[in-house]
């Protein structure tokens, strides 16, 4: 079993910047990969990045891509997301999830059997 809890959000004028952080309880957490994605008024569930088991392989959503860096620090037990220009578009519930064993389809919520409680993320104009 893993319990996950978000942490970071919060209010912040376009162009700035935010680091999500994610803390993780449980045994499996270092085998496991990780996402974030974030709940809009429009979408339910979008995947916004994620990460191997290691660390070493992500991947991002296009909207995200250049600007967002997911990161984990497995001795800690954590997931982190690095927010930099920050645009309203961003406003959004950001979630941190597990991947189920076996499972390959990182961008789909289906592929995930452990999510946060969710950070608020709000971008001002």
């Known amino acids: 079993q893993v319990q996950l809890v978000e942490s970071g959000g919060g209010l912040v004028q376009a162009g700035g910047s935010l680091r999500l952080s994610c803390a993780a309880s449980?045994?499996?957490?270092?085998?496991?990969?990780m996402a974030w994605f974030r709940r809009t008024s429009v979408k339910e569930r979008e995947f916004v990045a994620a990460?191997?088991?290691?660390?070493?392989?992500?991947n991002y959503a296009d909207s995200v891509k250049g600007r967002f860096t997911i990161s984990r620090d497995n001795a800690k037990k954590s997931v982190y997301l690095q927010m930099n220009s920050l645009k309203p578009e961003d406003t959004a519930t950001y979630y941190c999830?597990?991947?189920?064993?076996?499972?390959?389809?990182?961008?789909?919520?289906?592929?995930?059997?452990?999510w946060g409680q969710g950070t608020q993320v709000t971008v001002s104009s």
């Open positions: 990460i191997i088991w290691s660390g070493s392989s992500t």
């Open positions: 449980g045994r499996t957490f270092s085998s496991r990969s």
């Open positions: 999830a597990a991947l189920r064993d076996y499972y390959t389809n990182y961008d789909l919520p289906s592929a995930y059997d452990y």
